[in-house]
């Protein structure tokens, strides 16, 4: 539209509003609410292929899952419920876990820093370590029978290798300056030890502790041992 002094205007077109525009970067830029969202989703195309038959007929719907889960507490499946066997099979690994770390973690820290342990100890390991925890199967039946020493004995296995590894490397790839920099401060050999060593090798040790613990899926190997009347593997 033309004014009395020959210039134009230029019509204002209608801008969405900058808060809107904040409120929906903020909304989706939130990793709790992309979590929710991809939960949803995935829940929303599972029950879509469920219904619509897309995998065939034996796909269940979530609704229909989480009421067997719910039956299942309720209703004994060999003589136990689901968190029964569930709670036996947490049990069963954590405590294989915690014997192989007890005995990973010292030793792996023993290889590290003491050059004769390390002589003696680290061949065999060498020697053992490529071999599955599977393997160990058989052994394990001849040394404990069925019972519940010989699935603590694989579990204990599997945890073993990753901890005693993180242990050794951790130690030995501290930077020698550390040591040195303890020494010029006075520091005794069991200062160095506990306040350099364990503190610098610390990040490696709990790596090695995670990795293990997420290998308790080697519980479920047991499912090759006969002979249990609970657990999440039972049969």
Not at 16 to 24: A, C, E, G
Request: hydrophobic share 50%.
């Amino acid at each position: 539209m033309a004014s009395q002094t020959g210039t134009t205007t230029i019509p204002n077109r209608r801008q969405p509003p900058r808060r809107l525009i904040n409120v929906l970067f903020s909304v989706f830029g939130n990793r709790y609410f992309l979590y929710t969202l991809s939960v949803v989703m995935f829940l929303t195309f599972w029950d879509l292929a469920a219904v619509q038959k897309i995998l065939g007929n034996f796909l269940p719907r979530p609704i229909e899952v989480l009421s067997q889960l719910m039956s299942l507490n309720t209703e004994p499946l060999a003589s136990k419920t689901l968190f029964e066997h569930l709670w036996a099979s947490i049990h069963r690994v954590l405590i294989g876990w915690a014997i192989g770390v007890s005995i990973a973690v010292p030793l792996g820290i023993f290889m590290g820093l003491n050059p004769y342990v390390r002589a003696i100890v680290k061949p065999v390991f060498d020697l053992l370590k490529p071999m599955p925890p599977i393997s160990w199967i058989s052994l394990s039946i001849l040394w404990f029978g069925l019972g519940e020493e010989s699935k603590v004995f694989i579990i204990a296995i599997g945890s073993f290798v990753p901890c005693i590894l993180n242990s050794y490397n951790g130690i030995r790839l501290i930077d020698p300056a550390l040591y040195d920099a303890a020494r010029m401060l006075g520091a005794s050999r069991r200062q160095e030890i506990i306040e350099v060593g364990f503190f610098a090798s610390a990040p490696a040790i709990f790596a090695g502790l995670q990795i293990s613990l997420a290998l308790r899926g080697l519980a479920y190997w047991q499912r090759n041992l006969s002979g249990r009347d609970r657990g999440w593997d039972s049969s």
